[in-house]
């Protein structure tokens, strides 16, 4: 099997991340890292073994020698370095949000497309056990016709620091940071429904400033649901870890984090025999919230569609749809009406 050469562009927290994840993958090979910083630099290529350091993200994405770049940087410029790579001939993996706008984001689909390059995009909420556990549920109907669901992405005490919080280079808040992550979880859970209608109330509270910090958007489906969707940094509290969700069906309801399914319920009759199933102590085992483990079957995927010569998922299309919602839910905010795609 031919070994699969990648390099990072970026090196900050989710960088490290990434690399972990391309390391406990077979035949594949970290070779390069670019940051303008050298300190930086050379403290992830030290780490990880990279022996190729570069200044200049242009340079790594014009190595010849490079099948994939995984892409970790402020969020103004990955369409620019995705763009870039996929015209280099290089797969690419991408944080989120996919880029800044419907046209970026569309513009990328198509080159990856074009170019027969595999594109994938950072929503790790998909590959977690607990999450693949409900979808199941939900798929086997188990809770019944789902009509509504809740889910949130919010920090409490704290928020971001450093280009988060520059609106050149974050393009949006919580909404754009911890939102999207309950968007593409509850799109995941409901099988990837397309939204037909957005309406959103996006605003600064906690800390005045340029970004928002709370959000609450109201998400139409094709199939029929209604979702409540929760974005915050710096917020007083929350019910549960930094993400959640729920959902409710005729025949019971479902909960994320903390995971448990209640079934039986049909017609909300209340002497109905309500059975509550939680997953195995296999499903729910982490060290963490967001594990490493989420990360690394995520990176899997890429190298997978690599290898495969196929679209990735969550790939362009995914990654569209969130940035449709998020740039839809800002549009919302702004004027004050709800936008019918």
């Known amino acids: 099997m031919k070994t699969i050469t990648a390099g990072c562009i970026g090196t900050g927290s989710i960088a490290h991340v990434h690399a972990r994840g391309l390391q406990a993958q077979t035949d594949v090979s970290l070779v390069a890292v670019a940051n303008p910083g050298r300190a930086k630099r050379d403290s992830f290529a030290d780490e990880y073994g990279v ?3 570069y200044a200049d993200s242009d340079t790594l994405i014009q190595d010849t020698d490079i099948d994939a770049v995984i892409i970790s940087t402020p969020n103004r410029y990955h369409h620019r370095y995705a763009l870039a790579a996929l015209r280099a001939g290089k797969h690419v993996f991408l944080e989120k949000p996919m880029a800044c706008s419907t046209a970026e984001v569309t513009e990328l689909t198509r080159i990856a497309k074009e170019t ?3 594109l994938m995009v950072g929503h790790m909420w998909r590959f977690d056990r607990e ?9 086997d109907g188990r809770i019944g016709r789902v009509f509504r669901t809740t889910a ?3 920090h409490t005490g704290w928020g971001p620091s450093g280009w988060f919080t520059d609106p050149e280079l974050a393009w949006g808040g919580a909404m754009a940071d911890m939102g999207i992550h309950a968007i593409d979880t509850t799109r ?3 099988g990837d429904p397309q939204p037909v209608r957005v309406y959103a109330r996006i605003e600064s509270n906690m800390r005045k400033g340029p970004l928002d910090d709370t959000g609450i958007t109201v998400v139409e489906w ?3 649901v209604t979702s409540l969707i929760e974005s915050g940094w710096w917020q007083p509290h929350m019910d549960g870890p930094e993400g959640a969700a729920r959902l409710y069906g005729t025949a019971g309801y479902a909960s994320l984090f903390p995971t448990r399914i209640e079934s039986g319920a049909e017609g909300n009759d209340e002497n109905a025999d309500i059975t509550v199933d939680t997953p195995p102590a296999s499903v729910t085992a982490r060290t963490e919230h967001c594990d490493q483990y989420i990360y690394t079957a995520q990176i899997a995927e890429f190298i997978a569609a690599i290898r495969e010569e196929r679209q990735p998922i969550p790939g362009g299309a995914e990654g569209t749809v969130n940035v ?3 740039e839809a839910a800002y549009a919302s905010s702004r004027t004050g009406q709800a936008i019918v795609f």
């Open 222 to 224: 094709d199939n029929g």
């Open 324 to 326: 449709r919602i998020v």
């Open 152 to 154: 949130y992405g919010v």
């Open 116 to 118: 027969g390059r595999s």
């Open 51 to 53: 022996e190729r350091r």
């Open 131 to 139: 999450a693949r556990y409900v979808r199941r549920a939900v798929a």
């Open 188 to 190: 995941f859970l409901l």
